[in-house]
């Protein structure tokens, strides 16, 4: 499901790390390594190029926050993939890895354990590459070096991409998980659409993070 959002938004606190993409350049616990934990949901999410906070302020935060305020009864962790974040032609290579060895490990671990997957930017490359949908060619992106094993795939219970840059040129997540992702791209977005020029666009997915936990909520 993709979604273009028809309006700019403004985060000039983090300019920069957008500029750096664009130049190639319920019980909670809101651990951000939650690997030896059975929660009911485990949220993994990938910042963005340069992001700060410990999920990515832009889109990671206030994902987990608003999914939060939604689910009741469950029991909820998250998980900030650990990879390089920059521009180093390897970066994505690193994520797609790490995030596909933290769900392998979690799924073996916790055998009821559901998961969300949350990409922003280059980590929405991570995520895509680790569903098997390649981002080379793309922004920050790279060929895939590792997807989710087949037997754990279906406790993959919602994707959450945002600002995707595979879909600069035209794709997006494919096959199986297709149904069970949200793809949000807003308009202008310089990074994700297609004739998109504005860095401005790129920076307010947090606005967003209701509509993207309502969406994952649903599934779980």
Do not use: K
């Given at each position: 499901m993709r979604l273009p959002i028809p309006r700019?938004?403004?985060?000039?606190?983090?300019?920069?790390?957008?500029?750096?993409?664009?130049?190639?350049?319920?019980?909670?616990?809101?651990?951000p390594a939650a690997s030896?934990?059975?929660a009911?949901?485990?949220?993994?999410?990938?910042?963005?190029?340069?992001?700060?906070?410990?999920?990515?302020?832009?889109?990671?935060?206030?994902?987990?926050?608003?999914?939060?305020?939604?689910?009741?009864?469950?029991?909820?962790?998250?998980?900030?993939?650990?990879?390089p974040a920059n521009t180093s032609p390897t970066s994505p290579t690193e994520g797609n890895r790490a995030l596909v060895n933290h769900v392998t490990g979690q799924a073996q671990s916790c055998p009821d354990q559901r998961f969300?997957?949350?990409g922003y930017s280059q980590g929405a490359?991570?995520?895509?590459?680790s569903l098997g949908t390649s981002s080379a060619g793309a922004a920050v992106g790279g060929p895939v070096v590792a997807t989710i094993p087949t037997a754990v795939q279906p406790r993959v219970a919602a994707v959450l991409v945002f600002g995707y840059p595979l879909r600069k040129l035209g794709r997006g997540i494919e096959g199986t998980f297709a149904a069970r992702t949200l793809d949000i791209c807003a308009d202008r977005d310089v990074?994700?659409?297609?004739?998109?020029?504005?860095v401005l666009a790129h920076l307010g997915y947090g606005d967003d993070a209701g509509r993207?936990?309502?969406f994952a909520a649903a599934r779980i």
């Open positions: 700019v938004r403004r985060r000039t606190g983090v300019l920069l790390a957008a500029t750096m993409l664009i130049t190639g350049g319920a019980v909670f616990a809101t651990s030896a934990r059975c009911d949901v485990d949220v993994v999410v990938a910042r963005g190029t340069g992001e700060p906070g410990p999920l990515g302020i832009i889109v990671g935060d206030p994902v987990f926050a608003a999914l939060q305020r939604r689910l009741t009864g469950v029991t909820v962790t998250s998980h900030a993939v650990d990879y969300v997957l949350v490359n991570v995520v895509g590459n990074v994700c659409d297609r004739w998109g020029t504005s993207a936990a309502t």
